[in-house]
């Protein structure tokens, strides 16, 4: 008998009661005495000066992780309150205090790493080499090198507390301005009032009429508190800059480079083969405009269906499907999937007041995650789910490793996530019953490439373009648009009749505050897995187990060496990138060629 799979999640196994869990308010308050704790060994603490200093480091280490875990705990839990439920007030408090506590946690880390960038290089290979520390190797020294680039650690402390009201506050009433807002849109005949989630997801829709009054009820909206979110973006920018000036750093990407542990020559050479090779999706946009009956692909229509049989899945149809390829590729990740399926980790339930998009967050000590979206029964939205679940699968992959080790970089993230989506997009494609169903899920496919090579770039370009105007001073809503337009038909290749000049309001990536540049890493790790998935095609299920070598990897080294140890390709050369993409290519032809020949 089939398991019937929830679409809402189960969150009470973690902490009873939401908001109000008696249960989630004690472990907070335990994180109090462990901080306390950790904040004054931090203060103790005094460079290690020989290998005899070896042991009490790891020490420090442990303690270091355990009341990292506590803090990330709460964390994961209240951030998933606060998507499942926008108007959730309890959950904002909690989220504001959970932010204060990792404050305080990330400061007390900023001094030992300053402590241990004194070292002396010759005690630091000594110290390293102990059988106590030979397991942090990669990440002591990224804590050491990143010490170099910062300020004093007083500094660093002020910048860092000052940070939770002045910087990820910003960003904080961002998902409250947008959790605000509400639109009406007609759909098949009745008139609804919509999240922007909601909304967006009709951009799918197969009414034209219904995806244009979507779109444009949202850029109303978007343009009726633009000057909000021009400030809001304006702030966190000056935040960020002014703090990159005081470290001395001049170029934006500096910091994101760093955090996905990659060269700026292989981001240069990763955009370089994408630019040069954009014609056949300039073509596939063209192709699908004049499918459509238009002289010119509107923004509304960019994820339009091109067919009438584009197959609707149920949640548990979706699930099944999922299972049922996971499986053909091992018995671990299918393993893995049934659990999250059965043990309600996934929320998918379309309702009002859930934030748009959709997430996977991980919960460190009960080793669980939890996977959010909201599920309107594409295939699309099957593969959406299938993404999530790779990101959830990564970190069932690390828990071997000691958590220390398993804070992998953003770009190598979405290589699993990416890959999951491919097994499920892959075997649509081939189990297609006819050839309109083909043309639906083989136009899903290369709406993933424009959306990775086209919407992503000129999210990248508006971005560093941004940056680099607001270093002069505020740049106003209506440059901010421009900026955005241009972007815009740079990005995608001039193939766009028209653009969406509020797209920088309406991108939640855009005013994210933990991780800079949130865009250029998805392309990253969109090209990446396709080199590993030709690799598992190549090799069959016996690749399982290579595979999650590969992730257990990504949180230790950079990611050039990652490549270098497990495809055997220098990603520094365009060479590398122009492969994935030709895969891509492949698909946009087969399309044109499929929909050219439609009887």
Known sequence: MTVKFSEVWDLDTLFPGGSDSKELRLHMDEAGPKLEEFEKRAQRFQPPSSREDAERLASLLEEMKD????????????????????????????????????????????????????????????????????????????????????????????????????????????????????????????????????????????????????????????MDKEEFFAKTLNSIAGFRLETYKKRGWDNPLQEPLHINRMKQETLDAMWSAISKNKQPFVDYLAKKGELLGKDGLEWFDVDAPVTESKQQYSYQEGAEFILKHFGKFGPELEAFAQNAFEKGWIEAEDRPNKRPGGFCTGLPMSEESRIFMTYSGSMSNVATLAHELGHAFHSFALRPVHSLNRSYAMNVAETASTFAEMIVSDAAVKSAESKEEKIALLEDKVQRSVAFF??????????????????????????LNELMQQAQVEGFGGGLKSGHPHFWASKLHFYITYVPFYNFPYTFGYLFSLSVYAKALEEGKGFEEKYMALLRDTAIMTAEDLAMKHLQEDITQEAFWEKGIALCVKDAKEFITLTSSVD
């Open 454 to 479: 086209m919407n992503i770039h000129a999210r990248f370009l508006f971005e560093t373009r941004f940056y680099e105007e607001r270093k002069k001073g505020v740049v106003p809503a209506e440059r």
């Open 67 to 222: 009341t990292m875990l506590h803090i990330d705990q709460a964390g994961s839990f209240i951030g998933c309150l606060m998507a499942q439920n926008t108007e959730d007030k309890k959950a904002a408090i909690l989220q504001s205090e959970s932010s204060s506590q990792n404050a305080r946690f990330q400061s007390s880390v900023q001094k030992i790493q300053q402590d241990l960038s004194k070292v002396d290089d010759v005690v630091w290979q000594n110290i390293l080499d102990t059988e106590e520390l030979r397991q942090f190797d990669f990440f002591l020294n990224e804590l050491r090198d990143e010490a170099k680039m910062l300020l004093s650690e007083k500094e660093e402390n002020l910048i860092t507390a000052l940070s939770t009201d002045g910087y990820h506050a910003w960003s904080q009433l961002y998902d409250m301005l947008v959790g605000d807002i509400k639109v009406s849109v007609t759909v098949d005949g009745e008139k609804k009032t919509l999240s922007v989630g909601q909304a967006n997801n009709l951009s799918s829709h197969a009414d034209g009429a219904v995806r244009k009054e979507a779109y444009e009820s949202l850029e109303a909206a978007w």
